[in-house]
């Protein structure tokens, strides 16, 4: 449930935060930057695409922890003191990332919970995912407002790392 919290109040944040970051940290002029915040979604679409080809020679864990060196090699683009299209390059890798993970966490579930628990562990899941894109974005902006907007990919990281560290305590318990 945590997985799929941190998942999407990543994804969510990411992409409602990423073109504020763009303009206030790496002084990008607004059209430019709300230009590149939709490659965010392009990259998670072209992901989605891509791993429905992917699937067919990996497993969702293997999709999962694909999806989650991608975000993390994201955000070390962003922590990066380079040029604005280094930036670029960092938010569609996180959005490449991100494609896998929700699809692959939904089809694992009855591997994990059994068949017969998978329709309410979904539910959960679902709740967890809505309680994440709700919480965790405007949690960004208070520190942002209140700290530093410079905090963006960390915030992100911390996020990524919770969510890689429950993953994988799942797959211990279902070993």
């Known amino acids: 449930m945590i ?3 941190c998942y999407c109040a990543l994804e969510q944040t990411a992409g409602l935060w990423i073109s504020s970051y763009l303009v206030l ?4 002029p607004t059209q430019t930057a709300a230009s590149f915040a939709g490659w965010f979604y392009i990259g998670i679409t072209i992901g989605r695409a891509l791993s429905g080809f992917l699937t067919m020679k990996l497993n969702d864990t293997q999709m999962i922890r694909l999806g989650q060196i ?7 683009t962003l922590l990066l003191p380079l040029g604005s299209q280094i ?4 938010l569609i890798l996180i959005g ?5 993970i929700y699809p692959c966490i939904i089809h694992s579930t009855p591997a994990h919970f059994g068949a017969d628990k998978s329709q309410a ?3 959960v899941q679902m709740a967890s995912a809505y309680v994440g894109t709700c919480l965790m974005p405007p949690l960004f902006g208070l520190i942002a407002n209140h700290i530093s907007i410079t905090l963006f990919p960390i915030y992100l990281l911390l996020i ?3 969510m890689f560290i429950m993953h994988e305590m ?3 318990k279902c070993i």
Do not use: H
Request: glycine share 12%; charged share 10%; with cysteine.
């Open 170 to 172: 799942l797959l211990k």
């Open 25 to 28: 940290r790496r002084n990008l």
């Open 160 to 162: 990524l790392i919770i």
């Open 70 to 76: 991608i975000i993390l090699s994201g955000c070390l």
């Open 87 to 90: 930036s670029f390059i960092g």
């Open 121 to 123: 562990v979904i539910g």
């Open 3 to 5: 997985t799929f919290f």
């Open 96 to 100: 490449l990332g991100c494609a896998p």
